[in-house]
């Protein structure tokens, strides 16, 4: 109940919400807002649109594309114009929210987020600043397994011993199609 979450195909959700800045908001470059989307769309649909008019009516408009701009709040990966700022966990997933920044230009007197056709974006906090602010970089880490005392190397022929650890036959569940055609 306390942040925007928007929608183009689910009715419980607005498509559209307009903010009206007051004339004591000084003008500010850039907006940065904490976000993500659920029910993502593909990488080349937008999650939204951002439309910001300035004082003197000039409008600018910027699409949020996921993968890029933010991403799906169930199992968060990382993206271009994002940090991840937020991680949690529910009973099923790892959770995340995405902290991105976009350039208003003159500065806006009016925002307009719009959401995509086809997903739900979520936008938990917004911010303007004059200040270009940039997001800490996640560390990169390589991780090399190598023949040594805790990793042995192990040559696969290809066949597995039947009764192995690595024999599965019991598992499998013969004939196929014994439960009918498979149907896509």
């Not at 004082?55 to 271009?80: F, Y």
Request: with cysteine; aromatic share 10%; hydrophobic share 40%.
């Amino acid at each position: 109940k306390s942040c925007l979450v928007l929608s183009g195909n689910l009715a419980k959700y607005p498509k559209e919400v307009h903010l009206t800045l007051g004339r004591d908001v000084l003008p500010s470059r850039f907006l940065y807002l904490l976000h993500a989307c659920a029910w993502p769309p593909s990488e080349k649909e937008p999650v939204g649109k951002i439309i910001v008019e300035n004082r003197a009516g000039e409008r600018r408009e910027m699409t949020v594309m996921n993968g890029r701009d933010c991403g799906n709040w169930w199992n968060p990966v990382r993206v271009k114009n994002a940090a991840l700022a937020w991680e949690g966990t529910n009973e099923l997933a790892r959770l995340g929210l995405y902290g991105s920044r976009f350039y208003l230009g003159d500065g806006a007197a009016r925002l307009t987020f719009t959401s995509g056709p086809a997903s739900v974006w979520m936008i938990v906090a917004a911010s303007l600043s004059d200040q270009l602010l940039t997001p800490p970089q996640e560390e990169t880490r390589t991780s090399v397994m190598a023949a040594g005392p805790d990793w042995l190397p192990l040559a696969f022929s290809g066949h597995t011993i039947p009764g192995s650890p690595l024999d599965f036959s019991s598992f499998q569940d013969a004939p196929a199609g014994k439960y009918g055609e498979v149907i896509v």
